[in-house]
Every structure is written in structure tokens, then in C-alpha cells.
């Protein structure tokens, strides 16, 4: 007799694609994740169905405070979204296999491109609270790759190709869209840590200096398993505090949350007209 401990982790993705295809069997093209105080997106879709997270088989629950833990349906610019409202952290538990999971189930979903969004410290001193940076590259400093283990050869090959994980034509055209719209804009390159502590003056400057822009602990786990799958990738950060020299001060929860929705209109607009040009 099969049990929940043997079922392998190709088998949950597949029994969780099968439970939410069953509800919602409309042909997605694009998937969205939502970082830490940046869920207003959701007001800008016409919502045709909601699954919490823990009615989902195998999906793990988010813990963090501001994220929900919904996948959001329907319509954002006339395209068809799934939308998460809350992601998972390594530093919550989760193995990076669990942290990636619904990017997998995504997948078998349909979408075409992938979303990610988060809120990060600034690291280049040309940054400030609330401005938004385009992520063109990344330093990936978890302990743990999400690809470790036996490879799933039904979405991609052993070894992916990292030289471009951000898609180029998906950049210039919102570099576009910012100019047009007067939304301020920066490129670099987003470095991720374990967390969830924030780091050290030592720990900034060491990771300003290996080439970091902005510091976070999010989204490189996705980004790594979409381009495993093959699926362009759009990142976007939220500078939510300032960790260049000068500029460090102790950090509150409720001073990132204010400074994502600081940046939240611009971002959202950013993704709606991004979303519509696809």
C-alpha cells in the first residue's frame, strides 16, 4: 500500500496540478510571485477563483507575516495569471524542493513567463527607500540548491544554463515602460542569503563588494527552477531599506512593509503593462 512518505516529489507536483486543474482547467500564460508587503497586484486582476494554500496536495503554507498564502485567478491585462499571494522562504524550514514547488506545478499549469517580485536592502549607494530595481543578474549564497538530487528529466535537463536567467527582451521592455510612465527604475544584480537575520555592516560590504546591488533571501531559488524548465523570467525588487555605507540604521518590520507600498504602484504598473505587451 502506497503512503504520503513514498510518493515521490514528481508525483506530488503531478497530484497537485491534477487537484487545482480540476477547479480551474483554463490555460494559464503567465504565473506571478508576490514578496513581502507587495500583494496589492491582486486588486488590479479580475479574480475568477481563490485556493488557499493548505487546500492544495502537497503545497507547503506560508508562514511569514504579509503573505496570505492564496493562489489568485483570472484576468490581469487581458492575459490569463496565477497569481501567489505569499511565497516561501528557506529560512521558514522548507527544503529548497518545497520552496519551488509551485513553480513546478505552475509550469504543468501552462504559463509562458514567470513573475517574481520581492523587497530587498539597497546595497548600491544610488539607491533609495522605495525605488524599484530590475534584477539582471544574481549571487546565489544559499546553502542549498533547489536542483540537488535526482534530476526531474520531465522539465529540463541535468545541467540548465544560467548565462541569461533574466530575459532580456522582458527588461528593455520595461525600461520602456518606465520611461513612458516616468517610474524610476534601476538594473542590477539581486544577492540572496539564508536569513532571516539581517546582516552585518562586515556582511554588506563584503556583498557589495563581490557585486551585489540589493540583498535579499527570496526569489534565486524560483528563478533557478524556471529556467531549469526553460520559462522567462521577469524579477523586480523593492528597495525597502538601505544597507550601503552611511545609511545602515536597525530595521523594523512595519518600515519595509510602509516602504514596499511606497513602491508598489509603480511596480504594479510596471507588471500590468509588462503583462499586456507579452
Known amino acids: 500500500m502506497r503512503t504520503e512518505a513514498n510518493i515521490t516529489y514528481g508525483e506530488q507536483i503531478r497530484l497537485a496540478y491534477e487537484y487545482i486543474h480540476s477547479l480551474y482547467a483554463e490555460s494559464l500564460e503567465v504565473g506571478i510571485i508576490l514578496g513581502t508587503g507587495l500583494g496589492q497586484l491582486i486588486d488590479n486582476i479580475e479574480i475568477e477563483l481563490e485556493i488557499p494554500y493548505e487546500e492544495i496536495p502537497f503545497f507547503p503554507v506560508s508562514t511569514v507575516e504579509s503573505h496570505k498564502g492564496k493562489l489568485i485567478f483570472g484576468k490581469l491585462s487581458g492575459k490569463s495569471v496565477v497569481a501567489m499571494q505569499g511565497r516561501f522562504h528557506y529560512y521558514e524550514g522548507y527544503s529548497m524542493k518545497e520552496v ?4 513546478r506545478v505552475m509550469k504543468l499549469l501552462g504559463i509562458q ?13 544610488d539607491f533609495g527607500i522605495g525605488e524599484l530595481m530590475i534584477i539582471n543578474d544574481h549571487i546565489d549564497l544559499f546553502p ?7 534530476n526531474l528529466d520531465q522539465f529540463g535537463v541535468r545541467f540548465p544554463d544560467m548565462s541569461e536567467p533574466y530575459d532580456l527582451r522582458l527588461i528593455e521592455k520595461a525600461l520602456q515602460i518606465g520611461k513612458r510612465n516616468n517610474v524610476k527604475l534601476h538594473q542590477g544584480v539581486y544577492a540572496a542569503v539564508q536569513g532571516p537575520n539581517l546582516e552585518t555592516k562586515a556582511e554588506y560590504k563584503y556583498l557589495r563588494t563581490i557585486g551585489g546591488d540589493a540583498i535579499g533571501m527570496s526569489t534565486i531559488p524560483e528563478v533557478i527552477v524556471a529556467r531549469h524548465m526553460e520559462l522567462p523570467v521577469f524579477a523586480i525588487s523593492a528597495i525597502t531599506d538601505l544597507c ?4 545602515i540604521k536597525k530595521v523594523r518590520i512595519e518600515e519595509v512593509l510602509a516602504a514596499a507600498a511606497k513602491a508598489e504602484p509603480g511596480m504594479s504598473l510596471i507588471i ?3 503583462v499586456q505587451e507579452l
Not at 513567463?113 to 549607494?125: E, I, M, R, T, Y
Not at 550601503?244 to 545609511?247: A, L, Q, R
Open 100 to 103: 519551488t514547488f509551485p513553480v
Open 113 to 125: 513567463h514567470l513573475f517574481v517580485s520581492n523587497a530587498a536592502g539597497g546595497l548600491n549607494p
Open 244 to 247: 550601503s555605507p552611511g545609511n
Open 272 to 274: 500590468r503593462e509588462l
Open 144 to 150: 542549498e540548491n533547489p536542483l540537488r538530487g535526482k
